[in-house]
């Protein structure tokens, strides 16, 4: 009886600490751009446009990946481009500041068509896509759902193809019904904290994490229980929509690009990368040397031109 009452204490810390902590992330963090209620939700949007530029000039929309939110891609790329062309960078349904509002096993052309709502009510293309890991088959699966708003796709460090494998066991966990919503409720939130500059490192290496990424960024929008369930939920069903989303890549003609680093651990680009090259018929690969699998802060420059290019 006394390891019972323990074991709820400690519950009941855990989850006052973490709606204690969930409010004071919410205080520190205010959206940088707009929201727009489309489908059914809010998405949350950044557009910017060339200030001495009138007519109509090139777009560039900007899609991010996993655990993450639109200030990754924008501190990137948002530089390069300003005086050049139209940018519209997004947050995906559940990170950053967009609501999610889906099913709970969403897939990417979930995703996508949310997305195609916004673009629709905007006014936005056809654009340029440029999709970071997860964000690669988001961009791949509004190329599907709405090839009308494509112009041409650039796959960065890309996740786009099944795997063997799966993914680690908190985000399964954190997926379940009831159970998942209490992980998260209680222990995901101090743990992420915790654990988040370690996972960094992996994901940038063999380069440095940039001085005050965590910060620019908003890392911890992440560990808000609602959008480390929400990024969760994605990943915990990611392989198993991939099967069935690569079935219709063939389909996809907009001259595309694939660009990975030959130091990707988080991702394979010999299934990935290699597997869009082969698949689509207008994709050409792109190897990066030493890069990981954050090309976009490490190799920006050649990330830029290659945009350009195409």
Same mark, same amino acid.
């Given at each position: 009886m006394l390891l019972l009452l323990i074991v709820v204490a400690v519950f009941l810390l855990l989850a006052l600490y973490t709606e204690l902590r969930r409010r004071r992330i919410y205080a520190r963090h205010k959206p940088a751009g707009?929201? &727009?209620?489309v489908d059914c939700a809010y998405v949350h949007y950044v557009r910017s446009r060339p200030p001495a530029v009138s007519g109509d000039v090139p777009r560039l929309l900007f899609i991010h990946g996993a655990s993450g939110n639109l200030q990754d891609l924008h501190l990137a790329f948002a530089p390069h481009f300003t005086d050049t062309h139209e940018m519209l960078f !997004?947050?995906?349904? &559940?990170? $950053?500041? *967009? %609501?999610?509002?889906? /099913?709970?096993? @969403?897939s990417p052309r979930d995703q996508a068509?949310?997305?195609?709502?916004?673009?629709?009510?905007?006014?936005? $293309? /056809?654009? !340029? !896509?440029? $999709?970071?890991?997860? #964000? =690669? *088959?988001?961009?791949?699966?509004?190329?599907? %759902?709405? /090839?009308e708003?494509?112009? #041409?796709?650039?796959f960065l460090a890309p996740a786009t193809h099944p795997w063997n494998g799966g993914v680690a066991w908190y985000y399964k966990l954190a997926a379940l019904p009831v159970i998942g919503e209490l992980f998260c409720r209680t222990l995901a939130?101090?743990?992420a904290e915790r654990l988040a500059p370690a996972s960094m490192r992996n994901v940038f290496a063999p380069a440095s994490v940039p %001085? &005050?990424?965590?910060? =620019?960024i908003g890392v911890d929008l992440l560990f808000r229980p609602e959008s480390f369930r929400a990024n969760a939920m994605d990943l915990a @069903?990611?392989?198993?929509?991939l099967a069935q989303q690569c079935r219709d890549y063939g389909a996809i003609t907009q001259p595309a690009l694939a660009i990975t680093g030959d130091q990707d651990t988080v991702v394979w680009p010999s299934i990935h *990368?290699? #597997?869009? =090259?082969?698949d689509l018929p207008n994709c050409r690969l792109i190897e990066l040397p030493g890069a990981g699998h954050m090309p976009q802060h490490s190799h920006t420059e050649e990330i830029v031109a290659l945009i350009r290019g195409l």
């Open positions: 707009t929201l &727009g209620f !997004v947050d995906r349904p &559940g990170l $950053g500041f *967009s %609501e999610r509002n889906l /099913p709970p096993d @969403a068509r949310r997305i195609a709502a916004l673009l629709k009510m905007l006014d936005f $293309g /056809p654009a !340029v !896509v440029i $999709g970071h890991s997860f #964000g =690669a *088959s988001v961009a791949a699966a509004l190329a599907l %759902e709405a /090839p708003r494509v112009r #041409g796709l650039v939130l101090p743990a %001085e &005050g990424y965590d910060t =620019a @069903a990611f392989n198993r929509h *990368s290699k #597997g869009l =090259a082969r």
